[in-house]
C-alpha cells in the first residue's frame, strides 16, 4: 500500500491532509481492525487537544478510539459513514472521518511524514 505522499500520520494510525484538514485512518489500521461495522463520529463545532480522543471505529473484531492528530475544531464530519462505514475498509486514505480546523497550522509538520510511517509500521509489524 502507498501512503499519500501529502499526509501526515500518527504513531496510533490515524492520517492528516493538512491542505484540507480531513483526518481518517490508515489502511494499516483499518487492515488491522477488519470490517468495519460503525463510525463514531465527533460534533462539529467541538474543539480537540492534540492526542485526544475524538470518536471510535468499531469493526467485527474489536472497538478503538479515533486520536486527533493536532489541535483544532472540528468542521465537518463524514455523514455517509453513518450508513456506509465498510467505506474505510474500501479506501482508508480517501474516507476521512472528520475535517478539523488546527489551532495551529503547522503542529502537522511535526507529525510523520509517508516514509517514517511505513518505516514505523515495518517495524511494528515486526514484534
Same mark, same amino acid.
Request: charged share 25%; net charge negative; hydrophobic share 40%.
Given at each position: 500500500?502507498?501512503?499519500?505522499?501529502?499526509?501526515?500520520?500518527?504513531?496510533?494510525?490515524? &492520517?492528516?491532509? !493538512?491542505?484540507?484538514?480531513?483526518?481518517?485512518?490508515?489502511?494499516?489500521?483499518?487492515?488491522?481492525?477488519?470490517?468495519?461495522?460503525?463510525?463514531?463520529?465527533?460534533? *462539529?463545532?467541538?474543539?480537540?487537544?492534540?492526542?485526544?480522543?475524538?470518536?471510535?471505529?468499531?469493526?467485527? $473484531?474489536?472497538?478503538?478510539?479515533?486520536?486527533? !492528530?493536532?489541535?483544532?475544531? *472540528?468542521?465537518?464530519?463524514?455523514?455517509?459513514?453513518?450508513? &456506509? !462505514?465498510? $467505506?474505510?475498509?474500501?479506501?482508508?486514505?480517501?474516507? &476521512?472521518?472528520? $475535517?478539523?480546523?488546527?489551532?495551529? !497550522?503547522?503542529?502537522?509538520?511535526?507529525?510523520?511524514?509517508?516514509?517514517?510511517?511505513?518505516?514505523?509500521?515495518?517495524?511494528?509489524?515486526?514484534?
Amino acid at each position: 500500500m502507498a501512503y499519500p505522499q501529502n499526509y501526515r500520520y500518527t504513531r496510533e494510525h490515524e &492520517w492528516i491532509d !493538512p491542505a484540507t484538514g480531513r483526518v481518517g485512518i490508515t489502511d494499516y489500521a483499518q487492515n488491522s481492525l477488519g470490517d468495519i461495522v460503525f463510525v463514531e463520529l465527533p460534533k *462539529v463545532g467541538t474543539v480537540f487537544g492534540e492526542g485526544k480522543t475524538f470518536g471510535t471505529v468499531e469493526s467485527v $473484531k474489536s472497538v478503538s478510539d479515533l486520536f486527533a !492528530p493536532v489541535s483544532g475544531t *472540528v468542521a465537518e464530519i463524514n455523514e455517509e459513514l453513518n450508513a &456506509w !462505514p465498510e $467505506k474505510i475498509n474500501a479506501d482508508a486514505h480517501e474516507s &476521512w472521518i472528520m $475535517k478539523l480546523t488546527a489551532a495551529n !497550522p503547522h503542529d502537522a509538520d511535526a507529525l510523520l511524514d509517508a516514509a517514517a510511517y511505513e518505516r514505523y509500521i515495518a517495524e511494528e509489524g515486526a514484534h
